[in-house]
């Protein structure tokens, strides 16, 4: 059920209205303004069910608070508590009066991002796109040049091995079992936590034979529990099956097997090795960043699962940006991680640092090449501004999830720095977003503050 609009109390009459005590030259402020919020209660609305339930949140307060967490880099607790302590948040997410109270529990997004996927965070970021193509930032000539990379979009998960993947392993099936009722003959929580020290204390010492004996330990334990609650399981629990499963996966696994178990509790994580000096392995998922060579606007973000080659994910990012955009991408710059790409798009695909067998490469070629350099501070800043170093959303659903968020806080990031653009260019600025609400919104007084 949507949520009932709010009735005016007695008490209002006589309390200020945040428009009015706020600086109405907040650059959040004004982005609250232009951004088209009607265009996603359109889209979400077939997600309620009319008079049927509790009345939800609103749906604006929700898309703000997961605007709001991406861009300034806050957890689902953080980001309701500084709503709290923030007008401009609270006026950015549609609220008239100023909150004394939270307007919701954290988990209430976590639930609300399950129930529209991720191809409704696909229409969170489009309007991030769609916003700046209004206020004229993006232009089509911005999408001539395009620059595109992939980056490990890593997993909030310690470092696996096997003896702690054993040992959680069994701790999980004993769980499990005890609340189902099922009598163990052992279950070595004891004995297996003595073999997990032991084996940690071996392997800081350098001492890999004994470690590896402690390992073995924790596998025998785990393989004894895993074959005592098969024999005793008696009804079709598809839950546990799924756990048994796993646990079977995580005992016949060798070292140099592919699809291996590298987390319990997120068995989608893959092990991604970049060629970096500092971190040789990533676990997690690939992730595809497409920004325009000109002002870095991240206009294509895909989560990939599968571990998939650089040059095979090309011709999905170029589709996403040409469809979230509606305009064609003329020149691709890559690195030379996308030699032998799979495209036969009409888009130009240029590898940097490699060597040209027909004609020489002319001046501003080589300058467009270089430029390709630009997308990797912009992945950094991703990671360490936008929630894209570390993922602790669950499941395949929730990597594309987290990305589209990480793409949409980047986003709203160089949309809030426009405002603080010199006079005479942020008054060019505001008459074409006047134009681009007249085309789209039919809210008079949005158009009569921004003419204002």
Same mark, same amino acid.
């Given at each position: 059920?949507?949520?009932?609009?709010?009735?005016?109390?007695?008490?209002?009459?006589?309390?200020?209205?945040?428009?009015?005590?706020?600086?109405?030259?907040?650059?959040?402020?004004?982005?609250?303004?232009?951004?088209?919020?009607?265009?996603?209660?359109?889209?979400?609305?077939?997600?309620?069910?009319?008079?049927?339930?509790?009345?939800?949140?609103?749906?604006?307060?929700?898309?703000?608070?997961?605007?709001?967490?991406?861009?300034?880099?806050?957890?689902?607790?953080?980001?309701?508590?500084?709503?709290?302590?923030?007008?401009?948040?609270?006026?950015?997410?549609?609220?008239?009066?100023? &909150?004394?109270?939270?307007? +919701?529990?954290?988990?209430? %997004? =976590? *639930?609300?991002?399950?129930?529209?996927? @991720?191809?409704? $965070?696909?229409?969170?970021?489009?309007?991030?796109?769609?916003?700046?193509?209004?206020?004229?930032?993006?232009?089509?000539?911005?999408?001539?040049?395009?620059?595109?990379?992939?980056?490990?979009?890593?997993?909030?998960?310690?470092?696996?091995?096997?003896?702690?993947?054993?040992?959680?392993?069994?701790?999980?099936?004993?769980?499990?079992?005890?609340?189902?009722?099922?009598?163990?003959? &052992?279950?070595?929580?004891? +004995?297996?936590?003595?073999? %997990? =020290? *032991?084996?940690?204390?071996?392997?800081? @010492?350098?001492? $890999?034979?004994?470690?590896?004996?402690?390992?073995?330990?924790?596998?025998?334990?785990?393989?004894?529990?895993?074959?005592?609650?098969?024999?005793?399981?008696?009804?079709?629990?598809?839950?546990?099956?799924?756990?048994?499963?796993?646990?079977?996966?995580?005992?016949?696994?060798?070292?140099?097997?592919?699809?291996?178990?590298?987390?319990?509790?997120?068995?989608?994580?893959?092990?991604?090795?970049?060629?970096?000096?500092?971190?040789?392995?990533?676990?997690?998922?690939?992730?595809?960043?497409?920004?325009?060579?000109?002002?870095?606007?991240?206009?294509?973000?895909?989560?990939?699962?599968?571990?998939?080659?650089?040059?095979?994910?090309?011709?999905?990012?170029?589709?996403?940006?040409?469809?979230?955009?509606?305009?064609?991408?003329?020149?691709?710059?890559?690195?030379?991680?996308?030699?032998?790409?799979?495209?036969?798009?009409?888009?130009?695909?240029?590898?940097?640092?490699?060597?040209?067998?027909?004609?020489?490469?002319?001046?501003?070629?080589?300058?467009?090449?270089?430029?390709?350099?630009?997308?990797?501070?912009?992945?950094?800043?991703?990671?360490?501004?936008?929630?894209?170093?570390?993922?602790?959303?669950?499941?395949?659903?929730?990597?594309?999830?987290?990305?589209?968020?990480?793409?949409?806080?980047?986003?709203?990031?160089?949309?809030?720095?426009?405002?603080?653009?010199?006079?005479?260019?942020?008054?060019?600025?505001?008459?074409?977003?006047?134009?681009?609400?007249?085309?789209?919104?039919?809210?008079?007084?949005?158009?009569?503050?921004?003419?204002?």
């Amino acid at each position: 059920m949507q949520a009932k609009k709010r009735k005016k109390s007695p008490e209002d009459l006589f309390r200020s209205r945040l428009d009015q005590i706020l600086d109405n030259q907040h650059p959040l402020f004004k982005l609250s303004d232009i951004i088209n919020w009607k265009y996603f209660e359109k889209e979400f609305g077939s997600f309620y069910v009319e008079n049927k339930g509790r009345p939800g949140k609103a749906i604006r307060l929700l898309v703000g608070l997961h605007y709001l967490k991406h861009t300034y880099n806050e957890s689902d607790e953080s980001v309701v508590e500084r709503f709290l302590e923030n007008p401009y948040w609270q006026y950015f997410c549609g609220f008239e009066y100023f &909150q004394h109270k939270f307007p +919701l529990d954290p988990t209430s %997004l =976590v *639930k609300w991002r399950n129930r529209i996927g @991720a191809s409704g $965070m696909e229409k969170l970021f489009c309007q991030t796109l769609k916003t700046a193509q209004g206020l004229g930032l993006l232009k089509k000539n911005h999408l001539h040049k395009v620059n595109i990379d992939t980056t490990v979009q890593e997993k909030a998960i310690a470092f696996p091995t096997d003896a702690r993947l054993c040992y959680k392993m069994r701790e999980k099936l004993v769980t499990e079992a005890e609340k189902r009722g099922i009598d163990l003959r &052992q279950n070595y929580r004891r +004995l297996g936590k003595k073999a %997990l =020290v *032991k084996q940690g204390r071996y392997s800081h @010492a350098r001492q $890999m034979n004994r470690a590896r004996k402690e390992t073995k330990k924790l596998k025998i334990y785990l393989g004894r529990v895993t074959r005592d609650i098969r024999r005793k399981l008696v009804e079709t629990d598809a839950g546990f099956e799924d756990l048994l499963y796993l646990s079977e996966r995580l005992l016949a696994q060798k070292r140099d097997d592919k699809n291996k178990i590298y987390s319990i509790h997120a068995p989608e994580v893959e092990c991604i090795a970049k060629g970096k000096v500092h971190k040789r392995y990533e676990f997690g998922c690939k992730v595809s960043v497409a920004t325009t060579s000109r002002d870095n606007w991240i206009v294509g973000i895909q989560a990939h699962h599968g571990n998939p080659y650089d040059g095979h994910t090309l011709g999905d990012v170029l589709k996403q940006v040409e469809q979230l955009t509606a305009w064609q991408v003329k020149d691709v710059y890559c690195d030379r991680g996308y030699r032998g790409y799979k495209y036969d798009g009409n888009a130009d695909v240029h590898i940097a640092g490699q060597r040209n067998r027909g004609r020489p490469k002319t001046r501003t070629q080589r300058k467009w090449l270089r430029r390709r350099n630009a997308i990797e501070p912009k992945i950094g800043h991703l990671k360490s501004e936008n929630r894209m170093n570390r993922n602790y959303l669950k499941g395949t659903n929730g990597d594309r999830i987290n990305a589209y968020l990480s793409g949409c806080g980047a986003n709203l990031r160089k949309l809030l720095a426009a405002f603080f653009l010199p006079f005479f260019i942020f008054d060019r600025i505001i008459k074409n977003s006047v134009k681009y609400f007249q085309r789209t919104v039919n809210t008079k007084s949005q158009i009569h503050y921004l003419e204002a």
